[in-house]
């Protein structure tokens, strides 16, 4: 039997005056960054309202996805 380990990132910055458009790009360069650590950093899943989506499908739509995953205050 192979065994695969799993990584998982949880995030949680809490309020702040920053839109999802400044958030999406330093994300998509952090994720871009560890998949080239390693080949398995490069398989995220991205929770869009309580459903998982493939990052990279995404990928050009991620500050809208970001968006929506914002709770109103």
Partial sequence: MIY???YKIYA???PRAEPPESIAPRYLACTDRL???HPAYDNWIFNLK???KKF???RETLAAAIAANVRPR
């Fill in 4 to 6: 695969a380990p799993e």
């Fill in 12 to 14: 949680s910055w809490g």
């Fill in 35 to 37: 998949k080239q650590i």
């Fill in 50 to 52: 309580g459903k998982p």
């Fill in 56 to 58: 990279d499908a995404l």
